[in-house]
C-alpha cells in the first residue's frame, strides 16, 4: 500500500475497532436483535469507508498519502474540491497563520474532506437500497421494515450534510479571518462534536458536562498527535540508521520504533473509540429533538 508509518498505524487502529464493532454485532445477530439488518448495513459502510481511505478498494487515486500539510513547499495531499483548494490557497499566502496554525487548519481541511467522502459512501448506499425497495411488487411487513431503515439513513444524510455545511462554513471563517485566539476548542472533530451537542437535546447540566468530556477527549487527540509526530521522525530516523550499518544503533533504534508504533496504534484506538461513544451520545440527542 505505500503507507507512511503514522498512516499504517491508523490503519489498524480503524481495523480493530471494524473488528470489536463486527464481534459486538455477531453477539446481538446470534441473540436476534438485528433482524432489520441496520446495524450489519452499518458495519458494511464503515469498513467501505476504511477501504477507500487507505486505497484498498481497488481504486489507484482514492488512496491518502501522508497528511503533513507541507513538503517541500506543496501539499502532499489534495483537497478534491474547488471550493476548498481555494479557501486552503487564501489561507497559506494571507499571513494571518503560524506554521503551527497551517498545520492546524490543513486538519481541518483534511477532516472535512473525510466527512464528505463518508456522506458520499452513505449516499451511495441509500440510493441502492431505494432501488431495490422500488422493485419491490408486493408491500410486505419485512418491506415495512425496510421502510424505517431507510428513514434511519436518510436521517443519518441529514445530520452529516448539516455538519459537513457546518463545518465548510467555519472553514470559510477561519481562512479568511484566522484563528479566534478566545475558542473554546481547536481540534476539528471536538469543534464538531461541540456543534452538534449545541444543537441537540441536553439540559444545560448534561452540556457542560460534556463540554467537559471534550476537553479530556482532546487532550487525548493532542497526545496521539504527538506520538503520531514521534513515530514519523523515529522512522525517518531508522532509514538512516539502516543505510549506515551500525547494528548496535539499528537494535536500538528498532526497539524504539517499535514502542512508538504500538503507542501510537493503542492510542489512535481509543481516540476512535471515544469519538464513537460520544457520537453516539449526540446522534441519540438530535433524534431526541426530531420526536
Not at 458536562?209 to 513515530?231: N, P, V
Request: no cysteine; glycine share 4%; proline share 1%.
Amino acid at each position: 500500500l505505500h503507507l507512511s508509518a503514522v498512516k499504517l498505524a491508523e490503519l489498524h487502529s480503524d481495523l480493530k475497532l471494524q473488528e470489536k464493532d463486527e464481534l459486538s454485532w455477531k453477539k446481538l445477530k446470534a441473540e436476534g436483535l438485528d433482524e432489520d439488518g441496520e446495524k450489519e448495513a452499518k458495519l458494511r459502510r464503515n469498513l467501505n469507508v476504511i477501504m477507500t481511505k487507505y486505497g484498498m478498494n481497488g481504486k489507484k487515486d482514492s488512496q491518502l498519502v501522508d497528511t503533513n500539510y507541507i513538503k517541500d513547499g506543496t501539499e502532499s495531499d489534495t483537497l478534491d474540491d474547488p471550493r476548498l483548494e481555494k479557501l486552503w490557497s487564501k489561507a497559506k499566502t494571507s499571513g494571518k497563520f503560524s506554521d503551527e496554525e497551517l498545520d492546524k487548519l490543513w486538519r481541518e481541511f483534511k477532516h472535512h474532506k473525510e466527512k464528505i467522502r463518508e456522506y458520499n459512501i452513505l449516499l451511495e448506499t441509500v440510493s441502492r437500497t431505494e432501488d431495490i425497495h422500488k422493485n419491490v411488487i408486493n408491500p410486505s411487513e419485512e418491506n415495512l421494515v425496510k421502510e424505517e431503515i431507510l428513514h434511519n439513513k436518510h436521517r443519518e444524510l441529514k445530520e452529516k450534510l448539516r455538519s459537513i455545511n457546518q463545518g465548510f462554513e467555519r472553514l470559510r471563517k477561519v481562512s479568511h479571518q484566522g484563528y479566534d485566539t478566545s475558542s473554546e476548542f481547536e481540534e476539528p472533530r471536538v469543534i464538531d462534536l461541540w456543534d452538534m451537542a449545541k444543537s441537540a437535546n441536553f439540559t444545560e447540566k448534561e452540556l457542560e458536562s460534556f463540554r467537559e468530556e471534550l476537553k479530556h477527549f482532546e487532550a487525548k487527540i493532542e497526545k496521539h498527535h504527538h506520538y503520531q509526530k514521534q513515530l514519523e521522525i523515529s522512522h525517518q530516523k531508522l532509514k538512516h540508521v539502516e543505510e549506515t550499518g551500525d547494528k548496535d544503533h539499528l537494535n536500538r533504534n528498532k526497539e524504539k520504533y517499535a514502542m512508538l508504533q504500538e503507542k501510537t496504534k493503542e492510542l489512535g484506538y481509543k481516540v476512535k473509540k471515544h469519538l464513537q461513544d460520544l457520537s453516539s451520545r449526540i446522534s441519540q440527542g438530535l433524534q431526541h429533538n426530531e420526536l
